[in-house]
């Protein structure tokens, strides 16, 4: 598809409505003193080829709304309608952050609300919304425990992350300041109190700050050793950190505090169905324990006794992660979401999401290898490495074939710990019969390429797309200029 800089052509900008009609709107609209001495070089399309051009575009784009979207670890569940007429109340749309608060007591109430609801799902003593997204959630989960320890006079500067961990977890204990140890899975796929005792004792009790887990873990399998695991390390004073990124599985069954876990992200756009990112403002909500509360961003609201909801700082806050909370209409969706739910529907998506990642699992287990085979949670991962190794047809290989026929690709090479990996995970929200579709469409692929990989390899085209993926990803180049136009 062509750039719209390719689509320019001299005068082709003058050719819409208002010049059609003779109408004698002011040109330039710019007034004098604030034009450019210089001309912009934009591009000269008439106003209905400019709209066709970004039509098209829109209709390039893959959402959830176009169609399957197994994302495997990154839970693309469907945005229910209800959240985005509810976030599109006017009285919600148009408020300002600057208001006081007295004018606001609605808005706040949800707030206070959903804080609440994420508490009881968590099992956490405190919530704060503030986190614009999971990664910062995360960081600030790091943050909290680096003032925790500061407070209690102790100098933990390593932070342990398994390595099926999701990667956003080294990274943001490493930001915050903490040196990350991995600790190995063992042959289940799982960590162990005996994993985690080696990696201690070989750097010291007393250096340990804690663990940051993913329960199911990146593999969708449920860590069946967290209890023992929260008992070894809250007995040498260490704290057990909750990604929140896989806590679909688990709504209504099991809680993160429960597990013995001391701080927990909430990812609003996984779980809560939120949409995804996009450049837009986010939500990782995180929860602690009371004692670490006292810790939190900076302002937290309340219940005041009079009833009137309000802000107040935490007595030993780090302070704020970001200003106001313009992420507001992100948490309207989530809180109408569960409230349209309510507990016994948090029930079934669990149930549901669980269930349809074990319908796949068994359909495709035959004709992909799976490492960790096991019922699994929410998410399973399989490995093409047999393809690849007997027929030279990758893990992307297959992912882009998916592409071509309508499916969004699940994530591939990762956990790093699976070759040739693909992560799957349908979520709750797809029928039988589109999962159905999918596992045809997988076991189509396998019977092509043990048929006829060379037909495989033609029909799919593999090698025509002409430019190196790595290279465009390290090297990317985001922006159109004159002299690239050749």
Not at 43 to 51: A, C, H, Q, T
Not at 283 to 307: D, H, W, Y
Not at 386 to 407: C, E, P, Q, S
Request: proline content about 6%; hydrophobic content about 35%; glycine content about 8%.
């Amino acid at each position: 598809m062509k750039l719209i800089f390719e689509k320019s052509k001299k005068g082709a900008g003058r050719l819409n409505v208002a010049d059609f009609s003779g109408s004698t709107l002011p040109s330039p609209f710019v007034p004098k003193d604030l034009r450019r001495e210089e001309p912009i070089p934009l591009p000269e399309v008439s106003e209905v080829e400019l709209v066709r051009h970004y039509l098209k575009l829109s209709q390039e784009n893959y959402g959830v709304d176009s169609g399957f979207y197994p994302l495997g670890s990154c839970t693309m569940k469907y945005n229910p309608k209800i959240n985005e007429e509810v976030a599109s109340i006017r009285e919600f749309t148009e408020l300002h952050p600057l208001q006081p608060e007295f004018t606001t007591q609605g808005a706040l109430r949800l707030m206070w609300e959903l804080a609440q609801y994420l508490k009881e799902i968590s099992g956490m003593d405190e919530v704060s919304l503030q986190p614009a997204a999971g990664a910062q959630g995360e960081l600030t989960g790091m943050l909290v425990s680096q003032a925790y320890f500061r407070e209690k006079g102790e100098e933990r500067p390593i932070m342990l992350v398994p390595d099926s961990a999701h990667g956003t977890n080294p990274a943001s204990a490493s930001v915050s300041g903490f040196k990350v140890k991995e600790v190995k899975s063992d042959n289940r796929g799982l960590v162990t109190v005996q994993a985690i005792r080696e990696v201690v004792e070989s750097l010291g009790e007393d250096k340990i700050a804690g663990i940051m887990l993913t329960n199911p873990n990146t593999l969708g399998i449920f860590e069946k050793e967290i209890s023992a695991v929260s008992k070894y390390l809250h007995g040498i004073g260490a704290l057990l950190y909750y990604d929140g990124a896989n806590l679909n599985p688990l709504l209504a069954y099991a809680r993160p505090a429960d597990m013995g876990f001391d701080i927990v992200h909430f990812n609003l756009h996984k779980t809560f169905s939120t949409p995804h990112g996009g450049g837009g403002p986010g939500a990782g909500p995180i929860g602690v324990t009371k004692s670490l509360a006292p810790f939190l961003p900076s302002p937290i609201l309340r219940k005041g006794e009079n009833g009137k909801f309000e802000f107040f700082s935490p007595e030993k806050s780090i302070g704020r992660m970001k200003f106001f909370y313009g992420n507001f209409l992100i948490l309207v969706r989530a809180y109408a979401y569960i409230r349209t739910l309510g507990a016994a529907g948090l029930k079934r998506v669990a149930e549901n999401a669980v269930l349809n990642a074990n319908y796949i699992q068994e359909r495709l287990k035959e004709a992909y290898v799976i490492p960790y085979y096991q019922r699994c949670m929410h998410e399973f991962v399989l490995s093409c490495k047999k393809y690849k190794v007997n027929y030279g047809i990758t893990a992307r290989d297959i992912a882009k074939k998916l592409l071509d026929n309508g499916v969004h690709a699940p994530t591939i090479y990762f956990p790093l710990i699976v070759e040739e990996a693909m992560m799957i995970e349908p979520t709750e929200t797809e029928s039988k019969e589109r999962l159905d579709e999918f596992c045809e469409l997988m076991l189509s692929f396998s019977k092509a390429i043990e048929t006829d990989p060379e037909e495989f390899r033609k029909i799919r085209n593999l090698k025509s797309y002409g430019f190196d993926e790595v290279d465009a990803a390290r090297n990317p180049v985001v922006k159109w200029s004159p002299e690239e136009d050749n």
